[in-house]
């Protein structure tokens, strides 16, 4: 499967953007999905994500209240709702596919696919 990320821009503190993650290759929907962020010199870290069936979603602290994953099977695409930005949350954004899903989502090596990655960057 092929995952392709895209939505990110320049964006004020205090407002918001909504990723896109397109698939292409096969359907999503068996699958678990993930966003993940890395910051310049920072290691790749969990931000949200949603399982298979879209019954339960988990997000990291920093993002829980402010950002929303969802996912639209129909259309093989994962979202990111962003609101509320804050300058920490400048990064490029990842999304990933989880085909087995009974790994930790919250763990990089949980997912076998990646995107290339959106930028985000969020000025004070």
């Known amino acids: 499967v092929q995952l392709q990320a895209s939505g990110g821009g320049l964006v004020q503190a205090g407002g918001s953007l909504r990723l896109s993650c397109a698939a292409s290759?096969?359907?999503?929907?068996?699958?678990?999905m993930g966003w993940f962020r890395q910051a310049p010199g920072r290691e790749r870290e969990f931000v949200a994500a949603?399982?298979?069936?879209?019954?339960?979603?988990y997000y990291t602290d920093s993002a829980r209240g402010r950002f929303t994953i969802s996912r639209d099977d129909a259309k093989n695409t994962v979202y990111l709702q962003m609101n509320s930005l804050k300058p920490e949350d400048t990064a490029v954004y990842f999304c990933?596919?989880?085909?087995?899903?009974?790994?930790?989502?919250?763990?990089?090596?949980?997912?076998?696919?990646w995107g290339q990655g959106t930028l985000v960057t969020v000025s004070s």
């Open positions: 990933a596919a989880d085909p087995g899903g009974s790994g930790h989502s919250g763990r990089v090596r949980s997912y076998d696919y």
């Open positions: 290759g096969r359907t999503i929907s068996t699958y678990r």
């Open positions: 949603v399982s298979r069936a879209a019954d339960y979603a």
